[in-house]
């Protein structure tokens, strides 16, 4: 099994790294739909689910 297919936890995960990134980009820019979104990721990763699919869309078009 590759390390990218074993299930991550924490912020150590490819979902929790992006939405710290993300976090605090909307932070500066004081956007508290995608806070609130990042901050729904981040609590999914680190009690080990999958994040809410609406939510990840948010995280990941941020920078789109």
Do not use: Y
């Amino acid at each position: 099994m590759s390390l990218l297919s074993q299930p991550q936890t924490g912020q150590d995960g490819p979902a929790g790294d992006i939405a710290w990134s993300v976090l605090d980009a909307a932070n500066d820019l004081g956007d508290i739909v995608t806070i609130d979104a990042c901050r729904r990721v981040i609590d999914a990763n680190l009690r080990g689910v999958a994040p809410a699919t609406s939510d990840m869309a948010v995280v990941v078009g941020f920078f789109g």
